[in-house]
């Protein structure tokens, strides 16, 4: 019988130093965990259609330079600091000046500090299921810890611009943590970019948590280049009170993969998760989403959809756990999808997972293409094919993008929208 495949021996190698202790010290703990670590196939459930797409060559363990040139997509008024292959740019970043809001890269913090971040990291993901976080841990050179104290809030939305460098091959670990103490408000824009043509993988993991009455909102966009395999994953405590929204907007790839968990622990959380998904050519775009109802009256609401193109391919999993305590429960998931071509393909698997008697629950979802009437409407109308197609492709979607609520983000998504669409219905 043919053994599983492990993760290469060349991905524990040491990696940058500049951590202080604490950190180090628990990157090695995680090190030691991961040895032999049995790498996704098509008999792990929940990378069943994206394992063939993860390529972890020896080449790709090597860390990208921290060095060339650092810039972003998004310009914007707000908040800024770049990571470039991982690795934070101070002298490129700008910072916020206000009271209760404390913005530090992982290599400044002292002993004591980073000590208490350690005890508190990968306490928002089962690293059991979302096994791709646990190299991150094992692996970050630098992260970002955000702390917001009671009451603060963060007057414009934080950009954090995920910049890499993709002219030699190897592989970024960017880390974010993200602690929001009682009543505190921040909007978060994670942007995803890169240069380069070599192979690349990007290894990313951001942290959330949300004290009583805490509301942050994360908007994540991913728009690497055709080389660059991407493995996120997002993690998500609330307590009572709190509120959470994500608007996750992915363009495909050799290998795009979200994985969302959102755990609801206080009575009266609540959480909406939006997300827009577009691939062509032979990308291949997975989003695996969980949110647990652990206690009682909270809220959840998710809406995914997706439109795949060429011979692209497209997932999504999504999964709502009410647990046996959390009564009057109120929760909804919703994903539509959308097939361009007869040689596109989309899976979808939303799962409703109940433990309690006195819940409001519901889940769906759908795969079509363009109505046939609908387009011949607006040709009869006088509107060419192409504009029509774009038309009744842009009104799928754009109910969730006119939800960012960063309008420079919403910009920014329409001009890669508008790309997307001109390549998908190129005139014959």
Not at 353 to 369: M, P
Request: hydrophobic letters at 40%; glycine letters at 8%.
């Amino acid at each position: 019988m043919k053994s599983a495949p492990t993760l290469s021996s060349a991905f524990l190698e040491p990696a940058g130093s500049h951590l202080p202790g604490p950190l180090l010290e628990l990157r090695r703990q995680r090190g030691t965990a991961i040895v032999d670590m049995p790498l996704p196939t098509r008999r792990t459930e929940n990378w069943k259609y994206s394992s063939r797409h993860l390529k972890l060559s020896d080449e790709l363990a090597a860390s990208l330079p921290a060095s060339g040139q650092q810039g972003a997509s998004l310009s914007m008024p707000g908040y800024r600091v770049v990571f470039h292959n991982g690795i934070m740019i101070p002298e490129a970043s700008d910072f916020p000046d206000i009271a209760g809001v404390l913005i530090q890269r992982f290599c400044d913090l002292d002993d004591d500090e980073a000590a208490a971040l350690a005890e508190r990291l990968d306490n928002t993901l089962d690293n059991h299921a979302v096994q791709m976080a646990r190299l991150n841990s094992a692996r970050f050179e630098d992260g970002l810890y955000i702390r917001l104290d009671k009451e603060a809030v963060l007057d414009q939305p934080l950009f954090i611009i995920h910049e890499v460098n993709a002219s030699s091959v190897g592989s970024a670990y960017p880390r974010i943590y993200v602690d929001a103490a009682r009543h505190s408000q921040m909007t978060l824009v994670e942007e995803y970019i890169s240069s380069g043509t070599e192979p690349v993988m990007v290894n990313t993991v951001t942290e959330f948590v949300l004290a009583e009455g805490a509301q942050v909102t994360g908007v994540r966009l991913t728009a690497e280049g055709e080389s660059v395999q991407h493995i996120g994953a997002t993690g998500v405590r609330q307590a009572a009170t709190s509120r959470f929204e994500s608007h996750c907007v992915g363009f495909g790839g050799p290998l795009r993969r979200h994985d969302l968990r959102v755990s609801l622990e206080g009575e009266g959380a609540s959480c909406k998760l939006n997300g827009v998904v577009v691939t062509q050519g032979k990308q291949h775009y997975d989003n695996h989403t969980s949110i647990e109802h652990v206690a009682a009256h909270c809220d959840s609401e998710e809406t995914y959809r997706n439109i795949a193109a060429d011979e692209s391919h497209a997932v999504f999993n999504g999964r709502i756990h009410i647990h046996q305590d959390a009564q009057k429960s109120n929760a909804n998931m919703n994903n539509k999808n959308l097939l361009l071509s007869t040689g596109a393909e989309i899976d979808t698997k939303p799962e409703l997972e109940i433990y309690a008697d006195d819940v409001k629950c519901a889940h769906g979802a759908t795969i079509g293409q363009l109505d046939k009437i609908s387009l011949f409407y607006l040709v009869s109308r006088g509107i060419g094919r192409r504009e029509a197609n774009t038309l009744l492709t842009m009104a799928f979607i754009n109910e969730l993008v006119e939800q960012i609520p960063v309008e420079a983000v919403q910009g920014a998504v329409q001009l890669r929208l508008n790309d997307f669409f001109n390549q998908a219905f190129q005139e014959v």
